[in-house]
């Protein structure tokens, strides 16, 4: 990777075992080569995906693992090829560290879809050497993985729009939401619905918070300014709502039943899941067949959708809702968000933190 400074050793805080439990960790920082962005964190913002990684589930694990990807510093220093980043600028570095470069998403600025994707921690790298992630000081990345924050987006609140901000945006200008009069549905109000709501609102929807309870009502509506709240489990309501939608976006990240959702979409409507789920899900085709409805899905977003995501949170002033914590709360930060005790994301002080 050639290198403009010799490797150095950093401190970051990583899950060295299957126990979960995050430690202190020293590690040798990879070198910035020709094409680089070493990025001295700030903030660094974590969301299930995390809570995945560190309890394993999947057995894909790597140790020791390093998490950390919705980080945003500021750029420290720069590879020998590099003249798109300046020193002292502010920059954010999401779930993506690497692709083959030479895929059909690869070459169609579709990166996230790459099957030879490297993400940006618990991966190997093109050199040989793992990725770590945004819980640490310092962060080498590629060049093509970093985006600018726009001058006025506060970097506490932009670090979860690396993740959930795009999440939500990329979909919705897939498709052609990106428009006024659009009556959307979000279905679960964690990490992701939450940004759903404030971006849906901020391009002009009727957005209408779907939960089981009536528990978030004050919360979707008066707080973060949803027109509507359906309690999923009355099912008056639900029969009021038939055929009401444009959209759903699904960001739940547990087993559902899709019918009852379903059935809310217009003719053309899209059900788009976004929520990761690692057991079969179920429907009848007539309900899709009767209404030429989509079930669909969607990843994260291109480092294209991204920054423009980002341009676009700083010219509507949408900001993610947050909880700051320092890295030596992250264990009990990742228990609280198993029991999504959070609103509506944690956001480590990385610069704050004794390493």
């Known amino acids: 990777m050639g290198s403009l400074k010799n490797e150095r050793s950093v401190t970051g805080w990583a899950k060295k075992n ?10 040798t920082l990879r070198k910035t080569g020709p094409n680089n962005v070493c990025i001295k964190g700030l903030h660094c913002g974590f969301c299930h995906a995390v809570l995945r ?7 894909m694990q790597n140790y020791p693992m390093l998490p950390g990807h919705e980080l945003v510093g500021e750029v420290e220093e720069v590879g020998s090829n590099e003249t798109k980043f300046k020193g002292g600028k502010a920059v954010g570095v999401g779930c993506l560290g690497g692709c083959c470069k030479s895929c059909e998403p690869c070459t169609s600025r579709k990166k996230q879809y790459c099957n030879k994707r490297i993400w940006s921690y618990n991966n190997i790298y093109h050199d040989g050497q793992p990725t770590q992630g945004g819980f640490a000081p310092p962060m080498v990345v590629h060049q093509q993985f970093v985006v600018r924050i726009p001058e006025g987006l506060a970097l506490k609140h932009a670090a979860p729009l690396l993740c959930a901000g795009v999440t939500v945006y ?15 549905g979000i279905l679960g109000l964690g990490g992701v619905g939450h940004m759903g709501v404030k971006i849906g609102k901020a391009m002009g929807h009727h957005v209408t918070v779907i939960s089981s309870s009536d528990r978030k009502r004050e919360e979707a509506t008066e707080h973060l300014g949803a027109d509507e709240y359906l309690v999923s489990s009355d099912a008056t309501q639900m029969q009021v709502a038939t055929e009401s939608l444009d959209y759903i976006l699904d960001t739940t990240p547990v087993n559902h ?16 899941i976004t929520g990761v789920i690692s057991t079969p899900m179920q429907f009848i085709t007539p309900m899709l067949m009767l209404g030429r409805k989509s079930i669909t899905g969607s990843f994260i977003g291109s480092m294209e959708e991204t920054q423009e995501m980002l341009e676009f949170c700083k010219e509507k002033s949408v900001e993610s809702k947050i909880e700051i914590v320092k890295m030596d709360y992250v264990n009990t930060a990742i228990e609280r968000l198993e029991k999504n005790d959070v609103r509506y994301r944690f956001v480590v002080d990385v610069a704050g933190s004794k390493f």
């Open 53 to 59: 990684q560190t309890k394993n589930p999947l057995g």
């Open 170 to 184: 990329s979909p919705l200008k897939h498709f052609g939401l990106i428009k006024t009069g659009v009556r959307g």
């Open 257 to 272: 039943p899709l019918e009852p959702y379903i059935s809310l979409l217009k003719v053309d409507g899209k059900l788009i």
């Open 18 to 27: 299957p126990s979960g439990i995050l430690s202190p960790y020293p590690y």
